[in-house]
């Protein structure tokens, strides 16, 4: 199964033209040293204790353990390992570019985007108090459009992301940029998703996410 999880991922990274077969070997050749340490309970408490290290950047806006400080950013607090670390390596290599995660990235090696992605994905994710009401309009719309990929419980998996328990503030604002075509979201399955979906009713799905736990 582990096995097959890393094929998906090669295909996946295959699709990005602008991702090199070197790049995507490399990343298959580091999830599955990620999956190594794992199985050591020594070695993952060692890079555990490497990840915290390497974060000393990414606390400023991430939090030390991983519930975001600003509610406009995201939580990596139990995001799942191996779809955090292929999303640090994009920004590493400049498939997704932001200012501040791009320069972040590229400053470390690989091997510590690995650690720090372990270290966040081993934090709990706690709830925030967001007073946004939840209907049944929301929890309908989760279940007939997001439920296939992230889950019945927005946990996600290895190739899709943890939703749940993410900052009203974040989802509303990513959801929107997939409505309206960001080009830096426009390679994303979620545009098709999203595009027969009016802004109210995404601000509904993600008022029913933000209180998942």
């Known amino acids: 199964m582990k096995t ?3 094929v998906r991922f090669i295909l996946i990274l295959c699709c990005v033209s602008s991702f090199s077969y070197a790049d995507t ?8 040293e990620m999956t190594a340490i794992k199985q050591d ?21 991430h939090g030390e353990d991983g519930n975001s400080k600003r509610d406009r950013i995201p939580n990596l607090a139990s995001q799942n390992s191996q779809y955090l670390f292929i999303q640090f390596e994009h920004f590493a290599n400049g ?9 972040l990235a590229s400053g470390l090696t690989a091997q510590d985007r690995l650690a720090v992605a372990l270290y966040f994905s081993e934090q709990t ?16 719309l989760y279940m007939s459009n997001c439920i296939a990929c992230h889950g019945k419980e927005g946990h996600g998996s290895a190739q899709y992301p943890r939703i749940a ?3 009203y503030a974040f989802l509303e604002m990513t959801l929107l940029r997939f409505m309206n075509a960001d080009e830096q979201r426009q390679n994303s399955p979620m545009t098709s998703v999203v595009k027969h979906m009016s802004a109210e009713q995404l601000k509904e799905v993600a008022a029913f996410i933000t209180n998942m736990p």
Not at 25 to 32: C, G, K, R
Not at 95 to 103: A, E, G, L, Q
């Open 165 to 167: 328990g993410q900052p």
């Open 125 to 140: 994710v706690k709830p925030r108090d967001q007073a946004i009401n939840v209907s049944e309009s929301g929890a309908r």
């Open 41 to 61: 309970e020594v070695l993952f408490k060692r890079t555990l204790d490497e990840g915290y290290e390497r974060a000393v950047l990414c606390v400023h806006c």
């Open 25 to 32: 070997m490399n990343i298959s050749t580091l999830l599955q």
């Open 95 to 103: 498939i997704r570019k932001d200012y501040v995660m791009s320069k």
């Open 4 to 6: 097959m999880h890393v």
